[in-house]
């Protein structure tokens, strides 16, 4: 069982940055990737970014590239998003999110946090 617990949301101005936190427990051995996705109200919830687990990279929605950067502190075991540059459409849950594949499906993430609530207001 996976284990998985954001934080850092909150209510920033558009232009600003929030960095988002994901703390990870229990068995991630064998996990592939850490994906992050986002839900706004009445949208389905759609992919941000991932990172691979065990090894360099990461991968962005054409829609945050070059904006949001994704990475990992493996001595704390924990998943990060430095969001930049935030605008209003930003706005949505964030969730983080473990899978055995790398994929940027949801359906394919077998494990996932309870999400934290970014607001950017215009």
């Known amino acids: 069982q996976v284990h998985l617990v954001e934080s850092g949301g909150g209510l920033v101005q558009a232009g600003g940055s929030l960095r988002l936190s994901c703390a990870v427990s229990g068995r991630t051995f064998g996990m ?29 929605a054409d829609s945050v590239k070059g904006r949001f ?8 075991n924990t998943l990060y998003l ?31 946090g309870q999400g934290t609530q970014v607001t950017v207001a215009s």
């Open 32 to 60: 592939s990737v850490m994906g992050w996705f986002r839900q706004a109200p009445g949208k389905e919830r759609e992919f941000v970014a991932l990172n691979y687990w065990s090894g360099d990279g990461a991968y962005y």
């Open 82 to 112: 430095q969001m930049n540059s935030l605008k209003p459409e930003d706005t949505a849950i964030y969730y983080c999110a473990g899978s055995w594949r790398t994929t940027q499906l949801a359906s394919e993430y077998g494990y996932w």
């Open 69 to 76: 950067t994704v990475s990992r502190d493996n001595a704390k």
